[in-house]
């Protein structure tokens, strides 16, 4: 009934930027929280940066300074532009949230993952 969509994804340079983005989509009545998780191969899924719907935003150490988290709520979709990318920021990046729907409680929803490559 719910599906989250990310694109923007791909291989880019040391000191590259990409802009990831991820829709929200189907029978949704509410959003609350959405974000960015990312695993890495060999690596357990970890928080990138989340946005509940009061506005403020949490983000990995690693990645604070560098990343930037926003939502349109019109358009039920979250941002992720990621700047000065470093190699170990290579992994697969998530879209999550938190939706409730119109015929269920809120309940936690991800995206297939779109694959961020940063290399030279």
């Known amino acids: 009934q719910v599906q989250l969509v990310e694109s923007g994804g791909g291989l880019v340079q040391p000191g590259g930027s990409l802009r990831l983005s991820c829709a929200a989509s189907?029978?949704?009545?509410?959003?609350?929280?959405m974000g960015w998780y990312r695993q890495a191969p060999g690596k357990e899924r970890e928080m990138v940066a989340a946005?509940?719907?009061?506005?403020?935003?949490n983000y990995a150490d690693s990645v604070k300074g560098r990343f930037t988290i926003s939502r349109d709520n019109a358009q039920n979709t979250v941002t992720l532009q990621m700047n000065s990318l470093k190699p170990e920021d290579t992994a697969v990046y998530y879209c999550?949230?938190?939706?409730?729907?119109?015929?269920?409680?809120?309940?936690?929803?991800w995206g297939k993952g779109t694959l961020v490559t940063v290399s030279s």
């Open positions: 189907g029978s949704i009545d509410s959003i609350y929280a």
């Open positions: 946005m509940p719907s009061g506005g403020s935003t």
């Open positions: 999550n949230a938190v939706i409730k729907t119109t015929t269920r409680g809120p309940m936690n929803y």
